[in-house]
């Protein structure tokens, strides 16, 4: 098993920079991704390979990764980014871990 | 493009078989390009990855559910399938269809998902 830990919540005024901390042993090691959930719909791919955005992505949204921290960072933060965000990575086996998700609080 | 639709029973009886069908439209399951992979996620809680497939038959399994998950793949039909057996209520959950897009031939992220269906197993 592998785990990946986030704090449960983070709040952020609006405009201002919220960051997202995801830790597991040595995940610098491996490509980490993050998803948006909002209430009642399905995940988005909001970055992966540690740091890409998929097409569609607002260019806010950035990530990190090294050591044994991956970090999602969203610049500007606006109302509409309040939502839950989970990182994910995937072991050398293939075998896909998810962090226990993060409640992003725009207030 | 490509879409992800799930369907199957919302409701499954204890010690039952759950089974979950993915449709894929717009696109082929048969590209080589991903892997196919079933998320769930229990009422107000996580995500869960349960395993994931590719269209010539290979699969991962989640190892605390490997016991009692089969994910099967029917290209000429251009779904994919999750049988999970022996439920009991902790298998409540809103379960996603996902593709998996794949980096230098391993799987990775899930770049798109189904809306979810949603699964009570109650007698």
């Known amino acids: 098993s592998y785990d990946l830990t986030q704090p449960p919540s983070v709040s952020v005024s609006p405009g201002q920079t919220a960051s997202i901390n995801c830790s597991g042993d040595?995940?610098?090691?491996?490509?980490a991704s993050w998803y948006q959930q909002r209430p009642g719909q399905s995940p988005i791919l909001v970055i992966y390979?540690?740091?890409k955005r998929p097409s569609g992505i607002p260019e806010r949204f950035s990530g990190s990764n090294s050591g044994n921290t991956a970090t999602l960072t969203i610049s500007g933060t606006q109302p509409i980014d309040e939502a839950d965000y989970y990182c994910q990575a995937r072991d050398s086996g293939f075998l896909v871990f998810f962090g226990g998700g993060t409640k992003l609080t725009v207030l | 493009q490509l879409q992800l639709q799930e369907s199957g029973p919302g409701l499954v009886k204890p010690s039952e078989t759950l089974s979950l069908t993915c449709n894929v439209s717009g696109g082929s399951i048969s590209s080589g390009s991903h892997y196919w992979g079933w998320i769930r996620q229990p009422p107000g809680k996580g995500l869960e990855w349960i395993g994931s497939i590719f269209y010539r038959g290979s699969t991962y399994y989640n190892p605390s559910l490997k016991s009692r998950v089969t994910i099967s793949v029917d290209t000429s039909k251009s779904q994919f399938s999750l049988n999970l057996k022996s439920v009991t209520a902790a298998d409540t959950a809103v379960y996603f269809c996902?593709?998996?897009?794949?980096?230098?031939?391993?799987?990775?992220?899930?770049?798109?998902w189904g809306q979810g269906t949603l699964v009570t197993v109650s007698s």
């Open positions: 996902a593709r998996q897009d794949l980096v230098v031939s391993t799987p990775t992220s899930f770049g798109l």
């Open positions: 040595k995940l610098g090691y491996k490509f």
């Open positions: 390979q540690d740091s």
